[in-house]
């Protein structure tokens, strides 16, 4: 199974150089001997990392073997990089993994952009329509989570938001 970690941000360099945004997923402990992966027309492409250097906790700078201009890394902004992992039966998540997620709350259509834990109330910040509102991050408004897709259909109480 494939995971989820990082997300190609913008060139760094005319050498083929890319700045990654790395996901809550991605291991502490990440080797440049384990491939990354993209997604081409539905198939998983290995990447081998030349170069990994992390900037901060949330970035890093990274060069792939056989891209060496600026103009074939550019085909990977935007896109998703992914790691080989181990099915678990127990797999566990938390709620700021949801970051990034597509979200519906009913016919409205937005993006979940950040997460405030708190014990007392947790918040997800999510973006509808040019707007951040705060949504309770609680069990009872989630309906579903579909990961591989990264969206995340939740039901909330009438009139809790208002656009």
Do not use: Q, W
């Not at 891209?67 to 566990?92: K, M, P, Q, T, V």
């Not at 993006?111 to 708190?118: A, F, G, L, Q």
């Amino acid at each position: 199974m494939l995971l989820s970690v990082a997300r190609v941000s913008k060139l760094f360099g005319v050498e083929g150089g890319v700045l990654l945004n790395l996901y809550t997923t991605f291991p502490d402990d990440f080797s440049t001997e384990e491939p990354l992966f993209v997604k081409i027309d539905s198939l998983a492409v290995p990447l081998f990392c030349d170069r990994f250097e992390r900037r901060g906790k949330t970035n890093a700078l990274a060069t792939f073997a056989d891209i060496d201009s600026a103009r074939r890394a550019e085909e990977f902004i935007g896109r998703e990089l992914y790691l080989e992992h181990e099915d678990d039966e127990n797999d566990e998540f938390y709620l700021e993994d949801l970051i990034g997620f597509r979200v519906r709350i009913g016919t409205l259509k937005g993006e979940i952009t950040d997460y405030y834990d708190s014990e007392a109330n947790p918040l997800f910040e999510v973006e509808i329509g040019g707007k951040r509102i705060l949504v309770p991050a609680v069990e009872e408004f989630i309906a579903g989570i579909d990961f591989e897709g990264r969206t995340v259909k939740m039901v909330l109480p009438e009139g809790l938001i208002e656009l």
